[in-house]
């Protein structure tokens, strides 16, 4: 079974920065878009940010100018820099990558709790 494996997560000041990372098999690295979800207590989860096998990127509006989504297929492995974080960051992410993102056909991290608070 394909495992994607994430970095821990952590506890981050507001305005603070945090690095997350996503490992996996090569096989998954060289064909697939992938992304970065989150979900907040008592919300459904949601697309942060995604990257296309080529690199070209999109964003959430709630994310855009702050976090930074990036992938090095030779080391199979992505990225998820996020700067500037506030209180409203507060969730698990998950790295998926898949034909389909999100999707039942696709591959899910273990999740890494962030959480923004003072």
């Known amino acids: 079974q394909v495992q994607l494996v994430e970095s821990r997560g952590g506890l981050v000041q507001p305005g603070g920065s945090l690095r997350l990372s996503c490992a996996g098999p090569?096989?998954?690295?060289?064909?697939?878009?992938m992304g970065w979800y989150r979900q907040a207590s008592g919300k459904l989860r949601e697309l942060v940010a995604s990257?296309?096998?080529?690199?070209?990127?999109n964003y959430a509006d709630s994310v855009k100018g702050r976090f930074t989504i990036s992938r090095d297929n030779a080391r199979s492995t992505m990225y998820l820099q996020m700067d500037s974080l506030k209180p409203e960051d507060t969730a698990i992410y998950y790295c998926?990558?898949?034909?389909?993102?999100?999707?039942?056909?696709?591959?899910w991290g273990q999740g890494a709790q962030v959480t923004v608070s003072s």
């Open positions: 990257i296309t096998r080529g690199g070209n990127t």
């Open positions: 090569r096989s998954i690295f060289s064909i697939y878009a």
């Open positions: 998926n990558a898949g034909a389909g993102l999100g999707d039942s056909e696709s591959y």
